[in-house]
């Protein structure tokens, strides 16, 4: 830990994952926001309700291959040599 207050335990998840960046697409009419899994900043799908309901909120960020765990870019570059994370299809993040 650096004590940085966004780090929670997430090389237990995160460590080596590989990631794309991808616009956010809700997964459902129920479940129709994600958080970045590092500063907890809200995704929402650009057009919704949400989307326009929550000042700031990304439209497009950094998912895991499987689509489980979304981080922002901020915390995508501020974490991504200390928990490896690699960016799918760009060998020169993945140093």
Excluded: I
Aim: include cysteine; glycine fraction near 8%.
């Amino acid at each position: 830990m650096t004590g940085d207050w966004r780090e929670r335990d997430q090389e237990d998840y995160l460590l080596g994952r590989e990631f794309e960046k991808r616009e956010y697409q809700q997964a459902s009419e129920t479940w129709d926001h994600d958080h970045c899994d590092f500063c907890w900043k809200k995704f929402c799908q650009a057009g919704t309700e949400v989307a326009a309901a929550v000042p700031g909120c990304l439209t497009e960020g950094f998912v895991t291959l499987d689509g489980d765990h979304w981080v922002c870019e901020v915390c995508f570059f501020d974490f991504r040599f200390k928990y490896k994370l690699r960016l799918r299809g760009n060998p020169e993040v993945r140093e």
